[in-house]
T-cell receptor, first 114, second 109 residues
Framework: NAGVTQTPKFQVLKTGQSMTLQCAQDMNHNSMYWYRQDPGMGLRLIYYSASEGTTDKGEVPNGYNVSRLNKREFSLRLESAAPSQTSVYFC?????????????FGDGTRLSIL | GEDVEQSLFLSVREGDSSVINCTYT??????LYWYKQEPGAGLQLLTYIFSNMDMKQDQRLTVLLNKKDKHLSLRIADTQTGDSAIYFC?????????FGSGTQLTVLP
């Protein structure tokens, strides 16, 4: 019972490099989310996807792009990484019959931009 | 704008009750949530309360909502060492959640 799986768990990038964070869920959930967590702050929503083929911007979308490849997978891309994007990134999903809010989180990707 | 505030730290003795407090600003929030984050892990949805309720009990957890004062609290009865974690409250508007900064709960033996 994997739940929400994120890869990689850790990554160090240089400023200007690009990378894609992967997320997959095996619970047949429609809604998926990407959040970032910075020290001393709560989670902030980057992007949200209500279903395959749809995405919406959250509170802090600048510098990021997303792809909802299919129902299972929701990826987050940094095209040109900046030190301000150093953070812990969490992917989450929610059950369509539930509250509509993120219920299941991955363990996070710890990203450092030098 | 929306803002959710929590105290940063709370220490309790094992077996005592813990009370974690939260204030929010958006009176139109429909649901309010409590999440738990253990070290190195993602958040886990603990419980929630609908905005027209005053109280919700779920085993050792009791959520109290004072809508007039925009105050939310989470009481953990008989706190155990396994309850040591960061607890986040969050308020919702449509599909957006606004999280507090989290309260680090430390349970002392």
């Amino acid at each position: 019972n994997a739940g929400v799986t994120q890869t990689p768990k850790f990554q160090v990038l240089k400023t200007g490099q690009s990378m894609t964070l992967q997320c997959a869920q095996d619970m047949n959930h429609n809604s998926m989310y990407w959040y970032r967590q910075d020290p001393g702050m709560g989670l902030r929503l980057i992007y949200y996807s209500a279903s395959e083929g749809t995405t919406d911007k959250g509170e802090v979308p600048n510098g990021y792009n997303v792809s909802r490849l299919n129902k299972r997978e929701f990826s987050l891309r940094l095209e040109s990484a900046a030190p301000s994007q150093t953070s812990v990134y969490f992917c989450a999903s929610s059950d369509p019959t539930g509250l509509g809010q993120p219920q299941h989180f991955g363990d996070g990707t710890r990203l450092s931009i030098l | 704008g929306e803002d959710v505030e929590q105290s940063l730290f709370l220490s309790v003795r094992e077996g005592d009750s813990s009370v974690i407090n939260c204030t929010y600003t958006d009176s139109s929030s429909t649901y309010l949530y409590w999440y738990k984050q253990e070290p190195g892990a993602g958040l886990q949805l603990l419980t929630y309360i609908f905005s027209n309720m005053d109280m919700k009990q779920d085993q050792r957890l009791t959520v109290l909502l004072n809508k007039k004062d925009k105050h939310l609290s989470l009481r953990i009865a008989d706190t155990q060492t396994g309850d040591s974690a960061i607890y986040f409250c969050a308020e919702s508007m449509m599909w957006q959640l606004t999280f507090g900064s989290g309260t680090q709960l430390t349970v002392l033996p």
